[in-house]
């Protein structure tokens, strides 16, 4: 299966709307960084995402790995926080599949690096589209009303115009 590396945000929210699995179901295995991990769970204080990436670890799908270039995240923390720098830098070392960015300086950064990147909305279009889950517009919802993520209106409207819902 591909490798997949993920920030903080995409398991934070995916665990906030009940969708964490589709990572599984998608890439086997998620690589996050020490960053990340102490963001999610040390830090999370039972918040969505805490006690999944928490099991996701013990049961083995999701592995904390350091990059091993200082250097290159200390670059990188100059315009992103720890946890976006850590999993690009750890990209940079790794070439994995995918890695999963929902902020936009940090997208930003992955494609000056040719880093292929997603985020939150591209797993649940490619959800529906493999028919995984039954409403996009549901799940969007779900996600900005529940999970606290900003979605724009014009990203809502074109995501839905991909699945054909709008």
């Given at each position: 299966?591909?490798?997949?590396i993920s920030d903080s945000s995409t398991l934070i929210h995916l665990a906030g709307i009940g969708r964490l699995e589709l990572l599984k179901e998608f890439y086997g295995k998620i690589l996050i960084t020490p960053a990340v991990w102490v963001e999610v769970?040390?830090?999370?204080?039972?918040?969505?995402?805490?006690r999944e990436v928490k099991e996701a670890n013990s049961s083995g799908w999701i592995k904390v790995i350091a990059p091993t270039n200082e250097s290159v995240v200390r670059l990188l923390e100059r315009e992103l926080h720890k946890g976006e720098a850590e999993a690009i830098a750890l990209a940079i070392e790794r070439h994995p599949e995918v890695i999963?960015?929902?902020?936009?300086?940090a997208r930003?950064?992955?494609n000056v690096y040719g880093l292929h990147r997603t985020g939150v909305i591209g797993i649940l279009i490619r959800a529906k589209l493999e028919g995984k889950v039954a409403s996009l517009r549901e799940d969007l919802d779900r996600l900005r009303n529940e999970a606290g993520f900003w979605i724009g209106d014009e990203v809502y409207r074109r995501a839905l115009q991909v699945v054909a819902e709008e």
């Open positions: 299966m591909p490798e997949a769970v040390e830090e999370g204080q039972n918040r969505p995402g805490t999963f960015l929902d902020e936009l300086e930003r950064v992955a």
